[in-house]
Antibody
Framework: EVQLVESGGGLVQPGGSLRLSCAAS????????MSWLRQAPGKGLEWVAN????????FYVDSVKGRFTISRDNTKNSLSLQMNSLRAEDTALYYC??????????WGQGTLVTVSS | QSALTQPASVSGSPGQSITISCTGT?????????VSWYQQHPGKAPKLMIY???KRPSGVSDRFSGSKSGETASLTISGLQAEDEADYYC??????????FGGGTKLTVL
């Protein structure tokens, strides 16, 4: 069974940093693109970032470019999202998802990031 | 990276069919057969219902079907059931390995 478990969320001040992690199990992690997505409270889904299997290609939504960095460790079956220069509008539930071919077939339960002073 | 357009809400009675539209542009929906649909119940993670426009993952009821015409993709749910009440989101590949979602549609089963 595919399992994705996010962690690392919390309360951070504007301008601060946070690192999210996603532990993957139940599938060959190194064979899949992976993604981060988010959902602001009461709002819709938004794709945030993608990373390919060897971590040589990374793509981001315009609003986080230059501030967020996606990475992965295929030896530890883990995905990460380093978030810097956080803004109030980054407040959301952040999901890790498996992305076979530009769709998301397995999702974690999410980790909540709140940016507030 | 502009959001796809979905109706805010749709409703139907048990047993009826409903269709949710998802309108994009020539840069996303109109150019690729890579639209996916997700169902999200309150407080739960999204669930993949349709991928590559028309394909159903294993375990998803065949009451759910996808289609596309031009720059508009659609999700049809036939034989509505109470458990289908949820939020539904479309998502399209938008080139350069980026993706864009619709704003979501709340389905109410009357």
């Amino acid at each position: 069974e595919v399992q994705l478990v996010e962690s690392g969320g919390g309360l951070v001040q504007p301008g601060g940093s946070l690192r999210l992690s996603c532990a993957a199990s139940g599938f060959t992690f190194s064979s899949y693109w992976m993604s981060w997505l988010r959902q602001a409270p009461g709002k819709g889904l938004e794709w945030v970032a993608n990373i390919n299997q060897p971590a040589t290609e990374k793509f981001y939504v315009d609003s986080v470019k230059g501030r967020f960095t996606i990475s992965r460790d295929n030896t530890k079956n883990s995905l990460s999202l380093q978030m810097n220069s956080l803004r109030a509008e980054d407040t959301a539930l952040y999901y890790c998802a498996r992305a076979p071919l530009f769709y998301f077939d397995s999702w974690g339960q999410g980790t909540l990031v709140t940016v507030s002073s | 990276q502009s959001a796809l357009t979905q109706p805010a809400s749709v409703s139907g009675s048990p047993g009826q069919s409903i269709t949710i539209s998802c309108t994009g542009t020539s840069s996303d929906v109109g150019s690729y057969n890579l639209v996916s649909w997700y169902q999200q119940h309150p407080g739960k993670a999204p669930k993949l219902m349709i991928y590559e426009g028309i394909k159903r993952p294993s375990g998803v009821s065949d009451r759910f079907s996808g289609s596309k015409s031009g720059e508009t993709a659609s999700l049809t749910i036939s034989g509505l059931q109470a458990e289908d009440e949820a939020d539904y989101y479309c998502c399209s590949y938008a080139g350069s390995s980026t993706l864009v979602f619709g704003g979501g549609t709340k389905l109410t089963v009357l």
